[in-house]
């Protein structure tokens, strides 16, 4: 992809999240000489179209009359701004890349393109309907609601594209049985975050978290093994790791497990309740800079993946975030997750059983050898098949290839 495009990405999602994947994609691009728009959700804004702009990407918000979760892409208000600003819009688009298909991302892209004869493609991030995230992650009011809503806008506006984008491979074979064409879908899953891949080694990491954070600092002192586990705000099956937790405890008293993000009081809940709650550091919300260096003191990472249709169609980008650090992974043999651990031995697969977990856990914390090798290697995998600047070549000739066949 030689000539520099001019990418419009519409996004479901708020402003404080394009830290996740359209943004990286958007950032990827403009490194590689390209423009991009991205359309986000304001934060808080009912009203009025903001325009700023971040790393080069051209960033407009729309206002919407929603709240929490429910602000992500459902409320008519938002899609019709984001129709009549489109409306107006004069910039010279090569393409739309439309992240999810909700009524606020898919109308305005269709619309769009209509009046705009140029390709329009959709990109799928996660298995949301039909037995997926909406059934097994959101509150019980929700499903309800959104159940039927979410199934049919995730399904009926594939085929309507140029192309589609997968972020898991059952993603790719869903959209086939839906009648899309396999040539015109890309699988791109997650890559490593911006900067990841210079995070220092756990003692250097270990001692700019004690000066960095003074207060809590002396929870990352010293050798005792320390297990890392990354999320933003969801906290999702924590279960299994609080029982392996338990007994890795149980015999190495003095580790520690580090919980990033916003963590409700159900997670302290869940430590409380097995008796580990003081082994367990919740670091709360991280600002982006410092968020590799807390998890850089852990010496084993923790990814429980249950055998679930949620999980099977998506990619946890958690794991470029581990990889990238250099540090080993225990999980389960789900997804793409499985292939990628047998392939690349990047870490150790665990049965869906606590004493399976703990015992690969300890495993690693005890042959310190073995767990440098299997870090070493996920930060060798993680710089060459999930750096973004590498990802995004494959997206280039994806373009070019829905652009020609236009």
Not at 12 to 20: L, Q, S, Y
Not at 268 to 284: M, P, V, W
């Amino acid at each position: 992809m030689n000539k520099q495009r001019h990418v419009l990405m519409i996004a479901h999602h708020r402003r404080f999240k394009i830290a996740g994947r359209s943004y990286a994609i958007a950032k990827a691009l403009v490194r590689k000489g390209h423009k991009v728009t991205l359309m986000a959700i304001s934060n808080r804004r009912r009203f009025g179209i903001t325009e700023s702009e971040a790393q080069g990407i051209r960033i407009v918000e729309t206002p919407d009359l929603l709240w929490g979760r429910l602000r992500s892409g459902w409320d008519l208000w938002d899609t019709l701004n984001r129709l009549f600003y489109l409306r107006k819009d004069r910039t010279p688009y090569d393409l739309v890349h439309c992240f999810e298909t909700r009524p606020a991302t898919i109308y305005p892209a269709l619309d769009y393109v209509r009046r705009n004869p140029i390709p329009l493609i959709t990109d799928w991030n996660d298995w949301w309907g039909r037995g997926g995230i909406i059934d097994t992650t959101r509150p019980v009011w929700y499903r309800p609601l959104l159940g039927p809503l979410e199934t049919y806008y995730e399904e009926a506006f594939r085929t309507r594209a140029d192309g589609l984008t997968v972020i898991a491979t059952a993603l790719s074979k869903r959209g086939i049985e839906l009648g899309m064409d396999p040539e015109r879908i890309c699988y791109l899953p997650g890559g490593v975050q911006d900067g990841v891949l210079d995070v220092p080694d756990k003692v250097a990491c270990r001692q700019w978290v004690a000066a960095y954070d003074m207060e809590r600092g002396h929870v990352y002192a010293g050798t005792d093994p320390i297990l890392g586990f990354a999320s933003a705000d969801s906290h999702w099956d924590l279960d299994i790791v609080m029982d392996a937790m338990s007994i890795v405890v149980g015999k190495y008293p003095q580790t520690r497990l580090v919980i990033t993000g916003k963590a409700g009081e159900n997670v302290r809940a869940l430590a409380r309740k097995r008796g580990i709650e003081e082994n367990i550091e919740l670091t709360g919300w991280l600002e982006r800079e410092a968020l590799p260096y807390y998890l850089g003191c852990a010496d084993v990472f923790l990814l429980p993946f249950p055998d679930e249709i949620r999980n099977i169609g998506r990619w946890p980008n958690k794991m470029g975030l581990y990889m990238g650090i250099g540090r080993p992974t225990v999980t389960n043999a789900v997804g793409d997750i499985k292939p990628l651990l047998e392939e690349h031995n990047v870490g150790l697969l665990a049965e869906w059983d606590p004493l399976d977990f703990a015992e690969k856990i300890l495993h690693l914390v005890e042959n310190p050898d073995v767990a440098t090798q299997l870090g070493q290697q996920a930060r060798r995998v993680a710089a060459v098949e999930y750096n973004w600047d590498n990802l995004i070549t494959r997206l280039e000739t994806f373009y070019d290839t829905i652009l020609d066949a236009a």
